[in-house]
C-alpha cells in the first residue's frame, strides 16, 4: 500500500495498518511512527524557500500550465510494487491526482487498485474511512472508530449548547492572499459553538478580501494555514496583524487571535476530531477542556 496524501496515511494508521504501507509522500508526517518510510510523492516546487504568495503565484501558473505540483518517483513506485494506492481528486494543491496516477499505474506491472478519497463534510472522511476499511478487511475497526468519533462530536455539541452566544469566527487557511475556510471546517466551527460568516461549508474555500473580513468582524481569529505546523502557524499569524486594518476587528480588539497546527483542520483524518473539540475550547473555554497537545494551538499577540 502507498499513500500519496497525508490524510490517507493518517486514516490508514488509524485502521492499524501503519505496516502495510510501503510508501509516502513527502507531506506524510503523522503519526510520527511513518516518518522512516519511503518518500514516492515530492513537492514539483520549492515551497521551503518561498514565501506565501509566491507559492500561491506558483501554483496557480503552475495548474495554469497544466503541470503537477507533483512528481511521482516512477522507480521507486515500481520497486514497491504496491497493491493499493490512496490518493484523492478534491484539491490539485494536496496530492497527485487524474493524470499523475494514469502514468503510475503504466509503469506498474500489475495494476494496484486505487482507492480515491475525495471528502467535503465530516461524514465523508467517516466513509473514506470505510472504504479503506473495505479493502483492508477491517470494517469492524472502522466502525468502532467511526461511533467513537461521532460520540466525541456529540458530546462537544451538547457541552456547547449551554454557552451564551455563537461568537463570530474567522478561519484563514491561507493569508497571502487571505482564504477563507471551506469544506468540513465551518461544520467543524458549528459543532464547537462558532459561526464563520465566510466560511464555506462543504465547499471549496476561495480568496477573501480585507473589507470582507472587515465587514465580518470576527470575534475570534484562527489562524490555520494548510500544511502548516503551529509554529510557523504563529509566525503567520503576526504577519496577519500586521494589516493595519485588521486593528479594529472585535477579535484583535480583545486578543481572541490564535494561531493552530493545521494538521488538526486542514486534513481530513480522524484527527479533525480533536480539531473540533480543540475549537470549542478557544471558543467557549468556561464549558469545555482541551486535553491534546499543549503544542496544537497558541493564543498570539502582536
Request: hydrophobic fraction near 40%.
Amino acid at each position: 500500500m502507498v499513500s500519496f496524501l497525508p490524510s490517507a496515511t493518517e486514516l490508514a494508521c488509524s485502521l492499524g495498518l501503519a505496516d502495510q504501507l510501503v510508501g509516502i509522500s513527502h507531506c506524510c508526517d503523522y503519526p510520527f511512527n511513518i516518518r522512516h518510510k519511503p518518500v514516492v510523492v515530492h513537492s514539483a516546487l520549492p515551497i521551503n524557500s518561498m514565501s506565501l504568495g509566491g507559492i500561491d503565484i506558483a501554483v496557480g501558473a503552475q495548474l495554469k500550465r497544466g503541470e503537477s505540483l507533483y512528481t511521482v518517483d516512477e522507480q521507486l513506485l515500481r520497486d514497491l510494487s504496491p497493491t493499493h494506492i490512496l490518493t484523492q481528486d478534491l484539491c490539485q494543491v494536496c496530492a497527485p491526482a487524474g493524470n499523475e496516477v494514469t502514468r503510475a499505474l503504466r509503469i506498474l506491472p500489475s495494476p494496484p487498485e486505487i482507492v480515491w478519497m475525495s471528502p467535503h463534510s465530516i461524514a465523508d472522511i467517516f466513509n473514506d474511512l470505510r472504504q479503506l476499511a473495505r479493502v483492508s478487511n477491517r470494517r469492524s475497526d472502522a466502525e468502532t472508530l467511526i461511533a467513537e468519533s461521532e460520540l466525541r462530536l456529540k458530546e462537544v455539541a451538547n457541552q456547547v449548547e449551554r454557552a451564551s452566544s455563537r461568537p463570530r469566527v474567522f478561519c484563514a487557511e491561507w493569508i497571502d492572499p487571505f482564504y477563507c475556510c471551506g469544506h468540513w471546517v465551518p461544520e467543524m466551527v458549528e459543532i464547537a459553538g462558532g459561526f464563520d460568516p465566510l466560511g464555506r461549508k462543504w465547499a471549496d474555500s476561495v480568496r477573501v478580501t480585507v473589507e470582507q473580513i472587515e465587514s465580518a468582524d470576527p470575534e475570534v481569529l484562527l489562524i490555520m494555514p494548510c500544511g502548516f505546523s503551529l509554529n510557523d502557524s504563529v509566525e503567520q499569524a503576526r504577519q496577519f496583524l500586521r494589516e493595519p486594518r485588521f486593528a479594529n476587528l472585535a477579535a484583535v480588539r480583545n486578543g481572541e487571535v490564535y494561531a493552530v497546527d493545521a494538521g488538526y483542520f486542514s486534513r481530513p483524518g480522524l484527527r479533525v476530531i480533536d480539531g473540533t473539540e480543540l475549537l470549542a475550547h478557544i471558543l467557549h473555554s468556561n464549558l469545555f477542556s482541551w486535553c491534546g497537545d499543549e503544542d496544537a494551538f497558541r493564543r498570539v499577540c502582536e
